[in-house]
């Protein structure tokens, strides 16, 4: 379909051109030869590793547009292969090339980053975009195009309601993911030669990108409501619940906030590449206003539940943006910190059913869910090794690091089966149990499911998140049931 529009697109160009004599070609950046947005890019990796850079954003910003764009690409690294390409309107662009028309990027975004993307394609004879004192938008960028091309005939390709004033006075011009707002009014100022529709906004995209799916790994808070034997309480369980929703909403606040700032690492990931925000199929502002609504709404929802319960979900809130922000970036720090925000969710639990957790059970968690943490990090470095990688992006792991990453996530495993079997002899666990002997058979069943995790791994058969893996695998699902078994009978 894309490339039917884009033949009868260019052959229509053509008789256009040839009845015009226009050979010059303007293409706009921003939201049309790319999906996404290089301001909000820049400034997002301004923020990255130092939010309270935002008070300078704010100056810049007063002394005008143009000049917070400047101040940005200074401290922008902006790598243009790596950026979501529209490749069918690439793939159009070549063909007008092809036949003798000079193409030139005319783009608001700052000259520097331009100049890197034209550099990157190759396509353009020129190049004309924001200077420090001015912002080529709108109508600064139609004279800038007027002075440029001597007031001779013009296509232009664009995308946005601001693009209307140039398409007034060009010959003809292409309408790129434009609404159909902006469709219409632009056929009544121009001959449109060709269209390449709006992509229609896919609520799987924003599903996606809200990882819903990783509101499973929230069911830890229900571990304390199993281990207080409150299962058959119905008022404990819908506490829960609503602890879990909470949780959920908060998380998937910072998996938005995560991926806006990863998008550089995540872009050069063989797999996070297809991230929806990464691969501009849900805009950057639509994330940042998506990630505070959900924010808000996971902290009203555990506001409702008790003033302690709100206060652990902000600290759970407040280590998963520092992990995010910053954490993550070092050496087993990153992992160590996994570890903790999942018995996080552990201490919520408790805290949503208003019971003390256990000192066994907060043991026994950092120990596993570290051993779980190194799993997804040697299948990682197993990816990279297999792409002839040397080092992480946006990690602090080499290659050379595996084997031993692999040897702290086998003994961090085994550490958690002693804790567990040092807890079946304590008292705690005779006044709970009718039949404690009984639990002596979860030390094997947590063994072969944690050893079953690890061949995997080694195997590379590990998705990059194991407790999601674990939701898929049938020998995780049987271990699950027979532990769950196991725990009945012992009780």
């Known amino acids: 379909m894309a490339s039917e529009t884009m033949a009868s697109g260019t052959a229509t160009f053509e008789r256009t051109v040839s009845q015009g004599e226009c050979s010059q070609v303007y ?10 947005d290089l301001l909000l890019e820049s400034a997002l990796a301004f923020l990255r590793h130092a939010p ?10 007063l002394r005008g547009r143009s000049y917070l764009k400047a101040r940005l690409a200074e401290h922008f690294d902006l790598d243009p292969a790596i950026l979501p390409y529209r490749t069918e309107l690439i793939s159009y662009l070549r063909e007008l090339k092809q036949s003798g028309r000079n193409l030139v990027l005319a783009t608001a975004s700052d000259e520097r980053l331009a100049q890197r993307v034209a550099s990157h394609l190759g396509l353009f004879n020129g190049v004309l975009a924001s200077s420090e004192a001015n912002n080529l938008k709108g109508k600064n960028k139609h004279q800038a195009i007027e002075a440029h091309c001597g007031n001779s005939p013009y296509v232009y390709i664009g995308n946005d309601s601001s693009d209307l004033h140039i398409w007034k006075h060009a010959q003809a011009g292409v309408l790129v993911n434009a609404t159909r707002r902006t469709a219409d009014r632009a056929r009544h100022l121009t001959n449109i030669t060709a269209e390449f529709p709006r992509e229609p906004v896919r609520l799987s995209a924003y599903i996606k990108a809200i990882r819903v799916y990783q509101w499973s790994k929230n069911l830890l808070l229900f571990v304390p409501l199993i281990t207080a034997h409150l299962w058959s309480n119905l008022e404990a369980i819908v506490h829960v619940l609503f602890a879990a929703f909470a949780f959920s909403l908060c998380a998937s606040s910072i998996y938005l906030i995560n991926d806006l700032f990863d998008l550089s690492s995540d872009r050069a990931h063989p797999r996070k590449r297809f991230r929806p925000i990464a691969a501009g199929l849900v805009p950057i502002g639509n994330a940042v206003a998506l990630s505070v609504a959900l924010l808000l709404l996971g902290l009203i929802v555990a506001a409702q539940l008790s003033p302690l319960f709100l206060g652990v979900t902000v600290a759970y809130v407040v280590t998963t943006l520092a992990y ?10 990153d992992v160590i910190t996994l570890a903790g925000l999942y018995t996080f969710r552990i201490i919520g639990g408790a805290v949503a059913l208003a019971v003390v957790p256990s000192f066994w059970l907060l043991a026994f968690s950092m120990f596993i869910f570290l051993s779980l943490a190194l799993v997804k990090r040697c299948s990682e470095l197993q990816l990279l090794s297999k792409s002839q990688g040397t080092a992480t992006r946006g990690r602090d792991y080499m290659t050379s690091d595996l084997g031993v ?7 961090s495993g085994f550490a958690a089966v002693q804790v567990f079997a040092l807890y079946i002899d304590s008292d705690e666990v005779a006044r709970q149990y009718s039949h404690p002997e009984m639990l002596w058979l979860l030390c094997g069943t947590i063994l072969y499911w944690l050893g079953r995790m690890w061949i995997k791994t080694a195997r590379d058969e590990m998705h990059d998140d194991p407790l999601l893996f674990a939701a898929r695998d049938r020998g995780s699902l049987i271990m699950a049931l027979l532990s769950m078994a196991i725990v009945f009978a012992a009780v």
Do not use: C, H
């Not at 309270?52 to 910003?61: D, G």
């Not at 990453?405 to 003994?411: D, L, R, S």
């Open 52 to 61: 309270l850079r935002i008070f300078s954003l704010v100056v810049w910003a």
């Open 27 to 36: 293409v706009d950046l921003d939201g049309t030869l790319i999906r996404s």
């Open 324 to 333: 995010s922000l910053s954490l993550k970036t070092y050496v087993l720090i």
């Open 405 to 411: 990453v692999q040897t702290m996530g086998v003994a």
